[in-house]
């Protein structure tokens, strides 16, 4: 069987190299989150599948960097255009894929996954630009150059919106590409491949190699014929692909996890602050910006705990394909396992957990109860780990030196959220915060033009805006002499 049908849809599972579809030796079993139903028996990429992409990839390259941004920012409109017009087949297979809210993929995600074609195509074209400046006479002219073939690795929890930020820039910049989206969740990216044919994309321009990281992923990264490596994925793995890049001394661009901190100041809306609190569990706290760690200022810690109760009571547990459904399962039986595995030893630390604490018995399968530890022990490892799942810390601090201690206080650096209702003292915080990204009063805001990415152990160099292009392009900089000229 080549193609498994998923909500009425075939959707290939061969890869996808040089415009075909392609068999492994080997396949995989993927299964859905939601009710463990089978979705399908995928390649298995191995080290002869991958060098067979890098070699399409890189036989494409030379008619896809001489096409020019015009046109291939017209065929990226072309594919943006056929992603909105099936963001009702994506949301529902990636679901099933990975289990997350429909609605979310519905009326944010998949919207999402378009514009970032869309944006890249446009900047590509029109706003891709440095004013030529002068030195002594001679003219510096910026510009950025495709760079060759780029690999792209994806994690599951937004598989498709993660692995579009990437190939939007880079297909815009004129390199080809070889994506290995996470094992886990192989659906959207298969179907996307379809759409890039479709849009008339050459073959060998978009490739797509499935399996696992360990074996596909490893030969990808590790192949010397590639001239970028964009991970998303965990800190371990970015350390193993860190040392296969670092003998062809391929550049990578590295977003990570987190530990990300969410500070609540004495002069904060506590209403807002719980609701945005509360939010930190969306994606059944699959997401790396998520702010696990609540730090409240301990004149106000009570009267916040009762309204973040208050919200968190209301959060409805079930089938993410259900529109009243705020949180679902996890997304595979291993990853609950870590996740129960955090809390278990949390309780046998003698940790005050005063919601939640293990998995859903009325749902059963990867249904985790959302959960609060309450003054966890300083140091401990739900205080310090990433857990990537529902499973909220909250602490107290007494003044601003603490709490900057506290939330600076890891080795992340992805993300803050500061809710404070006195612009001067949220200055005051920000500041001092080391993070990518921080939000204040809100969260989870993101312009693509803004820098997006992490600082210490939560990421290498930044996507967004001529950022992406840094990464994938080559820039290079002519400088033109006013002498020599026969005119
Ligand atoms: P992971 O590191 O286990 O896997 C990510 C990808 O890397 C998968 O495609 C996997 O197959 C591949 N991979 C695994 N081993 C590999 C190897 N040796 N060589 C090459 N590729 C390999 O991460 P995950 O569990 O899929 O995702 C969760 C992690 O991703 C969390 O740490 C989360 O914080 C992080 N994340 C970060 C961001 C961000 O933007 N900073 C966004 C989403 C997720």
Not at 62 to 82: C, I, S, V, Y
Not at 206 to 234: K, M, Q, W, Y
Not at 268 to 280: F, I, N, P, Y
Request: aromatic share 8%.
């Amino acid at each position: 069987m080549t193609t498994v049908n998923v909500f009425g849809v075939d959707i290939d599972t061969r890869h996808y190299i040089n415009g075909q579809r392609v068999a492994a030796k080997d396949t995989y079993k993927n299964t859905s989150p939601i009710d463990g139903s089978f979705l399908g028996e995928f390649a298995r990429g191995d080290a002869a599948d991958a060098d067979l992409a890098v070699k399409a990839a890189k036989a494409a390259f030379p008619e896809w960097a001489n096409m020019g941004p015009q046109k291939r920012g017209e065929l990226l409109f072309k594919l943006a255009d056929l992603i909105e017009e099936n963001i009702e087949v994506l949301a529902n297979i990636e679901t099933l894929d990975n289990g997350s809210l429909l609605r979310s993929h519905r009326r944010g995600v998949m919207p999402r996954v378009a514009m970032n074609i869309r944006f890249f195509a446009d900047w590509a074209i029109n706003q891709l630009h440095h004013e030529p400046f002068e030195t002594r006479g001679h003219t510096n002219n910026v510009s950025w150059d495709p760079s060759g073939v780029a690999v792209l690795i994806t994690p599951w929890n937004a598989p498709l919106m993660l692995a579009t930020w990437k190939i939007g820039p880079a297909l815009a910049a004129g390199d080809t590409v070889v994506l290995k989206p996470a094992e886990w969740t192989p659906l959207t990216a298969s179907f996307f491949a379809d759409l890039t044919k479709k849009a008339g994309i050459p073959d060998g321009v978009f490739n797509v190699v499935f399996g696992f990281g360990r074996e596909a992923g490893a030969a990808l990264t590790a192949h010397p014929e590639i001239s970028r490596i964009s991970f998303t994925g965990s800190v371990p793995t970015a350390k193993i692909i860190a040392h296969a890049a670092a003998d062809n001394l391929t550049p990578v661009s590295f977003e990570l996890g987190g530990k990300s901190p969410l500070v609540v100041l004495e002069d904060a809306d506590l209403d807002l602050a719980a609701t945005l609190a509360v939010e930190q569990y969306d994606n059944a706290g699959q997401v790396c910006l998520s702010g696990t760690r609540i730090l409240v200022h301990e004149s106000v810690a009570d009267e916040f705990a009762q309204k973040f109760a208050e919200k968190a009571a209301a959060l409805k547990q079930g089938d993410p394909r259900d529109e009243d459904t705020d949180i679902g399962p996890q997304i595979h039986q291993v990853h609950f396992d870590r996740i129960k595995g955090f809390v278990d030893r949390a309780k046998d630390e003698g940790a005050n957990i005063v919601m939640g604490g293990g998995p859903n018995s009325d749902l059963g399968g990867l249904y985790f109860k959302p959960t609060l530890v309450k003054d966890p022990t300083p140091g401990s490892e739900i205080v310090t780990q990433e857990i990537f799942g529902p499973v909220l810390a909250m602490q107290t601090f007494s003044n601003d030196e603490q709490a900057l201690e506290m939330a600076n206080g890891t080795e992340f650096g992805l993300a803050a959220v500061v809710v404070s209702g006195d612009r001067e003292h949220a200055k005051k915080i920000t500041d001092k915060l080391v993070a990518g990204t921080i939000w204040v009063n809100c969260f989870f805001v993101r312009d693509l033009r803004a820098p997006f990415g992490g600082s210490r152990k939560s990421g290498i160099g930044r996507d967004g805006g001529t950022w992406s292009f840094d990464f994938y392009a080559d820039v290079k900089n002519t400088v033109f002499s006013p002498n020599g000229w026969k005119e």
